[in-house]
C-alpha cells in the first residue's frame, strides 16, 4: 500500500506542477494583453506586488561579470572537411556509413523505401571516468543509438545501448549514472558495463496528436533479460520575461526490475545570445533502490563561449525520502566544461565536484569525473 501511495505521489507531483505552470503562462498572458492595453491609455498603471519573474532578471543583469562574451564561432573543421584527413576520421566515417546502412537495410523490411527519405540514424560512444578518494577510480564506458524507420511514417525507430541516457533531460549538465550500483572493488566492472549496455527496444513516437504533450513509448529489453514497457511524456511552456519550463514523466516496467518512475522539470531564464540561468530538478523512484525516493537539483548559470561549448557553474542539493523521513543528503558546488577537441564529432568534457555525503559520514570532498564522448 505504501508503494502505491509513493507511486500516485510522484504523479501528482508532476501534474500540479504543471499545471500550475500552465496556469502562470497564461496569468503571464493576461498580464501581456493587459500591459499593451494599458500602454494604449494616457494612465499606466503599474503592479504594485512583487513579482518574482521580473525580479531575477533584474537580479541577473545586475550582477556583474569577467567572463568573455557568448560566441558561436566554430573552433574546429566540419566533418565534410576532415572526413578523410587521419586514420580516426576514416575510422568515424566507416562507422558512420555502416550505420546508415544498417538503418537503410532495416528500413526496408517494412516496405518499400524512398530514396529522398532514407533513413537515419545515430550513435553515442562514452568513456567515464570518475575519481575521489573515497571510491578511487572507475571507468565506464557507455553507448547509446537510434535508427529511424522512415517507411513507418518516421513514428517507429529502434533504440540500443545505455538506456539510462534517455531517462537524463535532453541538455543534462553533470556526469551521472555510470558510476552508481558498481563494484567498488573494481575499477573497471565488466557485469555492469555489459548490463548496461545491453538495452534494445522499439519506440513509438508521437502517439496521437490530440494529446497535449509528446509521448514515446518502449518496448524491449534491457540487463540481458528484463523485458519492459516504458512511457515518456515531456511539453514545454514559454514564459513571461524570457522564462521557459519543461517537464517530463517516465514511467518504466519490467519484468525483473519491476516499477520504475522519474520526473525531470527544468526551469530557465534565457535571452538570446546571453548566458542563462536554470534549475534542473529529479525526483526518482524505483523498486530496486532501497529508498521510497531520491532527489536531485542544480541550480547553475551557463555560458557558451564558442560553438560547442559549454561551461557552468552552480550549487548541487540532493537527498531522499524514506519511511517518513525527508533528507537533505548532499550539498556543494560544481563546476563543469564541455567542449569538441580537435574533431567537430570529438567532445571532452570535465566535471569538478565538492559535495558531502551524510549517509556515508563523509564531509565535503572534491572528486572529478572525465568524459570523451564520439559521435557518429
Keep these: 500500500m505504501n508503494s502505491i501511495k509513493f507511486k500516485l505521489s510522484i504523479f501528482a507531483f508532476s501534474i500540479i506542477t504543471s ?11 493576461i498580464i501581456d494583453s493587459n500591459e499593451e492595453f494599458q500602454e494604449t491609455s494616457t494612465t499606466v498603471t503599474k503592479n504594485p506586488y512583487f513579482n518574482i519573474w521580473e525580479y531575477i532578471p533584474q537580479l541577473v543583469d545586475s550582477t556583474p561579470t569577467f567572463l568573455p562574451e557568448q560566441s558561436n564561432l566554430a573552433i574546429v573543421p566540419p566533418t565534410s572537411e576532415t572526413e578523410n584527413q587521419t586514420w580516426a576520421d576514416q575510422k568515424q566515417k566507416s562507422v558512420r556509413n555502416w550505420v546508415d546502412r544498417t538503418a537503410n537495410k532495416m528500413d526496408s523490411w517494412f516496405g518499400e523505401t524512398d530514396p529522398t527519405k532514407p533513413a537515419t540514424a545515430s550513435l553515442r560512444v ?20 537510434k535508427i529511424k524507420l522512415p517507411t513507418l511514417e518516421n513514428r517507429l525507430s529502434v533504440v540500443f545501448g545505455d538506456d539510462s541516457l534517455d531517462d537524463e533531460i535532453e541538455n543534462n549538465i553533470a556526469i551521472t ?3 552508481t550500483d558498481r563494484n567498488p572493488d573494481k575499477s573497471v566492472d565488466s557485469k555492469k558495463i555489459r548490463d548496461d549496455n545491453s538495452s534494445i527496444a522499439l519506440r513509438w513516437s508521437q502517439l496521437s496528436k ?4 509528446d509521448v514515446d513509448a518502449d518496448l524491449g529489453i534491457r540487463s540481458g533479460d528484463d523485458i519492459y514497457a516504458r512511457l ?7 514564459l ?11 514511467y518504466r516496467y519490467g519484468i525483473d526490475s519491476e516499477n520504475y518512475l522519474r520526473t525531470n522539470l527544468e526551469l530557465t531564464h534565457a535571452r538570446p545570445d546571453q548566458a542563462f540561468l536554470s534549475n534542473q530538478f529529479y525526483i526518482t523512484y524505483a523498486d530496486e533502490q532501497d529508498d521510497d525516493l531520491t532527489w536531485d537539483n542544480r541550480t547553475y548559470r551557463q555560458h557558451q ?5 559549454r561551461f557552468n557553474y552552480g550549487i548541487y542539493t540532493g537527498g531522499f525520502y524514506n519511511n517518513d523521513d525527508l533528507r537533505l543528503n548532499s550539498w556543494g558546488p560544481f563546476v563543469s566544461w564541455r567542449q569538441p577537441v580537435w574533431r567537430e564529432w570529438f567532445y571532452v568534457q ?16 572534491p572528486s572529478a569525473l572525465v568524459r570523451l564522448e564520439a559521435l557518429f
Design 19 to 29: 499545471s500550475l505552470f500552465g496556469q502562470t503562462y497564461a496569468e503571464s498572458e
Design 232 to 238: 515518456k511524456a515531456e511539453k514545454d511552456w514559454k
Design 126 to 145: 562514452l568513456l567515464d571516468n570518475r575519481w575521489n578518494k573515497h571510491d578511487n577510480y572507475d571507468f565506464s564506458p557507455r553507448i547509446r543509438g
Design 177 to 179: 549514472g555510470s558510476g
Design 240 to 250: 513571461a520575461n524570457d522564462f521557459y519550463f519543461h517537464a517530463e514523466q517516465i
Design 305 to 309: 563561449f564558442f560553438k560547442g561549448n
Design 210 to 213: 490530440r494529446l497535449p504533450f
Design 350 to 365: 570535465g566535471d569538478l565536484n565538492y559535495f558531502n555525503d551524510h549517509r556515508e559520514d563523509k564531509s565535503h570532498y
